[in-house]
């Protein structure tokens, strides 16, 4: 199972993300910012990121863009949760390094299938 | 796996709440015309959250809702919308239609869809008219996507990533499995871009495929599984029949000359351009529905019970610093430990250290866990600024609010129980206090007046001031009112603050009419009740033509109090120190009645009905002579009565612990404690007692 670490400045978001990974059987490291995400996944090699975009701190673009020019983090799945459907803002997390994107909302089930993509 | 969603809802409700707060602050501390950046990003943030959240958690009407504000913020954001005093004003409406709206979810109360609708139609109406066209392109989109979802007995695709694609994370394996569960799989690798082994670098990806897939596929289904590489490859998926063939390129020319289309028609591009990005051939995109017009009501919530129970949330320092705590105490603990496996005389003085030091842990830990608590009192501030601003603008009144000690902290309960009062307060300086702009002018003041709460932390309590600069109170009309009501008479001679004290007089008020902002059929006897509940005292300070403070002092927390410890026969009681006035010893001439049934002292002018604690308790006291023991004087909402006693002890702090929770409720008494020596005593609730005894004497007569 694998170690993932889930950003997100939302309580209640963050609260159902860790609760479905965790009840898939996954370690879940939960952060609440970019700052304190990085800090986390330095401190903690984790095997995917799931971060939110919009951020206090350090948005979740920047936090990508951060955590890929580290050498352990170079190959890492990394997902955005994005409420913007739009392009744009999937295609900024892309340019940062992101794996790719979730698109909120979500439900539990369509989380675990889309991390079942890129965990293998 | 199906997860009860409903477990999270309290936590969204806590921080959507929160958010909406911040909302509201933010809104009323932005210049129009010129927006700080960052407020607005605040503001932007926490819709976005609300949003995300209402729609993660299927509360449908409050995410549609959301989802206009959100647009019009990212707008003010992005610098496209200019910040105006009209969409401030909508924001801020917005801002209590979304926080009536989370509440009715909450309680599972109907969503007032009326209110909402006609909110959300303004802030279409601010956001642009061109609500058709948005419908229009909308439907255009979908027919296109329908083309595009054309089955295909099967498909070729042709994969070549581009050499990073590694370093996004992406894995060719993990795509081609993906592809493989859809149908029948067979793929050619193609190496001809592999370079010599010296140049070759691991870190890249060098190969492509052909990959052909039989059996009825949508070719969405293709596309969904490249949509997070489409940027870093080249990607070609062709029909195996023929005339079936649409590749990526196709639909999103297809999709492109539909938009040129609709650009023609739409007069707002902004709103084109946030359709293009949903006319890309993904399915995850979602498409922008029409906002529809009446959100069915939502039945779905949290429980109330939930609600009651109330959370806290705690800053990480103030956990951490109760965790470093009982470290310490558990270091003290196996130092005493030690010392005690094996007692001689010469280790006494290392185990009267290490008591001392217990004593000081014990302290520190308790302080630190009544910190967890405390909250800052900027949560019972934080509505004044939007009531002002309401108020001002109603009566037409120019106002300054000043907040001062926002950070200073109390605890929670009483912070709850506080707000209401303070409300009621503010409202009374606004109303009554402040003149309006001309009738200042005309006193040789500013036009604007100041109304200024200041909080902080004076000994045991909290000390919550509310000054003003306006009329003042003018004691000849209280003075005249209270000999109207018949509170005084005519001849009574009464000290500044007496006459002050006056307005907390049940039924008295001063205002010429009951005013829309003032009269709400909570008079300022109720608020000092209120405050008396608490264990805290109001005070008022005025002076004509100047203004008027207002100082309430608050303990800093219910869970300690301020005790006296008194006797009765062989058990031990504590009065609340607030509550007593005075102690004395009794002379027999000043007690009127039948001994042992309604006795009266004769307190200066006043009767004072005394209660004995041994009757009330039944217990045998040193002596039932009144002259042998002690009359507590205590006062308790506006009555007085005299406790008899047969001696007072100490005074000390006191933990409070509930006799309902541990036992059962009992009359009279309001809680008990543990004292030094291991034994409970109760804590005497005097508004309870008085309760009591003025039934016995009705039984009595």
Known sequence: ?120 | MSIDMSQFYQTFFDESFEGLESMESGLLGLDVGAADEETVNTIFRAAHSIKGGSATFGFTAVAEFTHVMETLLDEMRAGDRMVTEHAVDLLLTSVDVLREMLTAVQNEDDIDSERVTSVQKDLEMLLNGEESVTAETVSSVESVSEEASDHSSGWIVEFRPFDYLLKTGNDPVRLFRELSLLGEYSATVNTENLPLFEDFDPELSYLSWTIELLGDVAIDSINEIFEWVDDDCELKVTAMNAQAEVSVEEVESAVESTVSEVEEKAEDKAVVESNVQELKPEKTAEVKAAPSPAPAPEKRGAKKAATDQGSIRVGIDKVDALINMVGELVITQSMLSQLGENITPEKIEKMQDGLAQLERNTRELQESVMRIRMLPISFAFQRFPRMVRDLSQKLGKEIDLRLLGEQTELDKTVMEKIGDPLVHLVRNSIDHGIEMPDDREAAGKPRMGIVELNAFHQGGNIVIEIDDDGKGIDKEVIRNKAIEKGVIAETDVLSDEQIYDLIFAPGFSTAKEVSDVSGRGVGMDVVKRNIRELGGTIEIKSEKGKGSKITIRLPLTLAILDGQLIRVGGDTYIVPLVSIIESLQVRDEQVNGIAGQAELYKLRDDYVPIVRLHDVFTLKPDSEKLTDGLIVIVEGEGSQVGLFVDDLLGQQQVVIKSLETNFRPVEGVSGATILGDGTVALILDVVGLIKLSKQERIKAA
């Open chain 1, 1 to 120: 199972m694998a170690k993932i670490l889930a950003v997100d400045d939302s309580a209640s978001m963050r609260q159902m993300v860790s609760f479905t990974l965790k009840g898939a059987g996954h370690d879940v490291v939960e952060a609440s910012d970019g700052v304190d995400a990085l800090e986390k996944a330095k401190s903690n090699q984790v095997d995917l990121v799931l971060t939110d975009v919009n951020m206090p701190n350090m948005d979740g673009v920047t936090l990508i863009k951060e955590l890929r020019a580290l050498p352990s983090y170079k190959f890492t799945p990394m997902l955005t949760l994005t409420t913007e459907s739009g392009m744009d803002k999937k295609m900024e997390g892309k340019q940062a390094g992101a794996t790719g994107w979730i698109v909120k909302p979500f439900s539990p089930d369509q989380l675990l299938a889309t991390i079942k993509k890129v965990l293998g």
